[in-house]
T-cell receptor, first 117, second 110 residues
Framework: SAVISQKPSRDICQRGTSLTIQCQVD?????MFWYRQQPGQSLTLIATANQGSEATYESGFVIDKFPISRPNLTFSTLTVSNMSPEDSSIYLC??????????????FGPGTRLLVL | EDQVTQSPEALRLQEGESSSLNCSYTVSGLRGLFWYRQDPGKGPEFLFT???AGEEKEKERLKATLTKKESFLHITAPKPEDSATYLC???????????FGKGNQVVVIP
């Protein structure tokens, strides 16, 4: 499976600021996803990021709050904008490649642990 | 809306004491059911994908099974290194989103 890295691994931020999280994959993949894992809650999909097109956001998530870039087939960024303490969470990227022969399976990065004060 | 409920939320096992984790789901056309393992401070690690009722998959001390309404993850003769949170997720046809349960937190005591 693909090797996925995320930067930063953790951060502590002040409310009202923004943080950009990077996701790097060691091979080209068609689909990348961003999830949020809040304390005591399920992993929740924020958006799907495909190269060459706008990200597709799930209900309850908007581009102004979580802008996403996908400049090529190995990299994506998620920005958490105008942060509040409610944004404290683990943010995870995942990748899937329908051509890889393992249908629809998603592989996850190590996550970025964000604390907003 | 796709829903996943996992039980029990937490489980403490003696080393060697076999047990099963339950994942009940509702989905509008199952494309796949996925099991992941998550250790503290790490991202989910893929374990199994199941596609149709009756399917079973095994890996070391873990065995996953699937029916039309639920999946079980059987842990046989667990060891302390099997301590983790096990996550279940479903994916519907026409949707890339994985809908996750809250997980089964397993602690295996030596």
């Amino acid at each position: 499976s693909a090797v996925i890295s995320q930067k930063p691994s953790r951060d502590i931020c002040q409310r009202g600021t923004s943080l950009t999280i990077q996701c790097q994959v060691d091979s080209q993949v068609t689909m990348m996803f961003w999830y949020r894992q809040q304390p005591g809650q399920s992993l929740t999909l924020i958006a799907t990021a495909n190269q060459g097109s706008e990200a597709t956001y799930e209900s309850g998530f908007v581009i102004d709050k979580f802008p996403i870039s996908r400049p090529n087939l190995t990299f994506s960024t998620l920005t958490v904008s105008n942060m509040s303490p409610e944004d404290s969470s683990i943010y995870l990227c995942s990748v899937a490649d329908p051509l890889a022969g393992v249908r629809e399976t998603q592989y996850f990065g190590p996550g970025t642990r964000l604390l907003v004060l | 809306e796709d829903q996943v409920t996992q039980s029990p939320e937490a489980l403490r096992l003696q080393e060697g004491e076999s047990s099963s984790l339950n994942c009940s789901y509702t989905v509008s056309g199952l494309r796949g059911l996925f099991w992941y393992r998550q250790d503290p401070g790490k991202g989910p690690e893929f374990l199994f994908t199941l596609y149709s009722a009756g399917e079973e998959k095994e890996k070391e001390r873990l065995k996953a099974t699937l029916t039309k309404k639920e999946s079980f993850l059987h842990i046989t003769a667990p060891k302390p290194e099997d301590s983790a949170t096990y996550l279940c997720a479903v994916q519907a046809w026409g949707n890339n989103r994985l809908a996750f349960g809250k997980g089964n937190q397993v602690v295996v005591i030596p």
